[in-house]
């Protein structure tokens, strides 16, 4: 009997211990390194890679803080009370929406010269010096489809070259609890500039047998496919606890199906005559990768279908006249879709620069293109702070399109990696931020690893947010992985944007604001400046969040 006392007590203890273990296995670390280009990077290898602190539930009357910044936090994790409890909203404050500076063209003409013109008052409703900002949950926006990355070539080879432990490492780091849970990913549909050579399903020369078309011209999936980025998201997928959903789009068509004869260079466009033949290659595309268990949420009608023809030498890609380009959506495209198997997945538009959405874009939609398509996707290449009324203008005249960010990347071909810089993690917050103040749903970015080479690639070499060093059989996180999961972890699909009093950035600072499925306020607060910058958050539901944000740094604030 005693003994069997003693036993139950040391039980107990291992227990506790065991727990203990537990709690410290759950938060690993960042190990920091320092190349000199103001900031750091964290290594992960075979045996570490810092994760997430879990948010756990939030104690009564409290709210919690993750903080990363430019001295080397990374998503340092508090819990603080709320300071003062409020029931009522400030005097003064009244709700001003959100308006872009507008330089419409009737403007130009001298028409209409007062009507939108940008107020200022909703950028500083209170401009004492621990600014007030109010977050007013009544006041709701757009609703959030995901966040994440693409699976290029590039991306896929690179973590299947590998440790398998170390892959594990990555895909965590990106897609479980323990990282940054992405959930809407880009793949491409076959070749882009990140691949080691430039193909099409027409002209793959793998011997296996698969899914093979002879009407297509004997279309078959490639090896970069079934050895590369099909296992790859079908082990995201299984990591992922929040459901991964997948767009396609496409850079390379079949050198014969385009005028040019050729995967690049100018004049690219589709063979009239082939219309058709494009439309079912895009279904074909779906229908081998549902074969391998690979279903698609969206697709787009093309990468950057405007800019093929101007951009630089090396990238493959498929050039379109807008309206020929509505045409070949309307008639063919969508019609194919809607009659197989595919028929809900959604159909997203554009697949380029910001600047084209009034610009050129319209062009597109006429002739009922519009009520075929669900969305539109924007490049972030061109994105300023004197642009995003054009945001904001497309929502006006198109409200049932979401706008969602396709891609985006840090680095041209001249300088590209730079490890640990936080200007570059900086320059994702503020235009995520910014994007998100404007109607847009969501932020996929562009190669989620490349090598210190920044590919494999067949054109020039940009950034990543995190950088595969083969020879050591280790990966760096960049800033840029930060910037992105202190909007992807927090803020899930389904979350609605909501009202603050400052809208969009001031020179030096980003607010954003959402109401997430599960009821909880989610807050992401950029300071790029070089002071600490203190503010005071109201929710009148709740009470006055005090926060002083250290220089350059990101904060997600949830309650
Ligand atoms: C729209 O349809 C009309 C009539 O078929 C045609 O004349 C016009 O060129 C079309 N416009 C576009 C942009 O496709
Ligand atoms: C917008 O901002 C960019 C960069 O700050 C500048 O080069 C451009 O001239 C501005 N455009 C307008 C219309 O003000
Ligand atoms: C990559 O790893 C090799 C081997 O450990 C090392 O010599 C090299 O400095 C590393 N490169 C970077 C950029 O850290």
Redesign the pocket.
Known sequence: MLHYLVSKKFLARILWFAILEINCVLTQECIS?D?GNGGTICVCTDHHCDTVPSLGKIPLNSYVTYTSNKDGLRFKKTVQKFKITRTQLPKGYHYQECLSEIHHEYEICGENQNKNKYSGIYKNWDPSPSKSIIIDRSKTFQEILGFGGAFSDATAINIKTMSVSLQAQLLKSYFSEDGIEYNLCRVPMGATDFSTHVYSYIDSNTNEVNCIDPALGNFKLTKEDLSYKIPVILEANRLSSRKLQLFTSTWVAPKHFKENNNYRGSMGFIKKGLYQLWADYFQKFLDCYKDNGVNFWGITTGNEPYVANVQMEGIPGVLWFPDDHGQWIRENLVPTLRNSVHRNIKVITLDDQRPLLLAVLPKTLTNGTEHCVHGVGLHWYLDQDNNTYLLDEFHQRYPNLFLLATEGCEGDWVNNIR?GAWDRAERYAWDIAQDLNHWVTGWVDWNMVLD?DGGPRVAGPVDSPI?F????N?F?KQPTYYALGHFSKFIPRGSVRIYTTQCDGDDLTDIVAFKRPDGLIVVVFVNRGDHQVRRVFIDIKRGEIDISASPHSITTILY
Request: aromatic share 18%; no cysteine; proline share 0%.
């Open positions: 390194k190349y490890l210190l950088i060093n083969k020879t050591a280790e760096y």
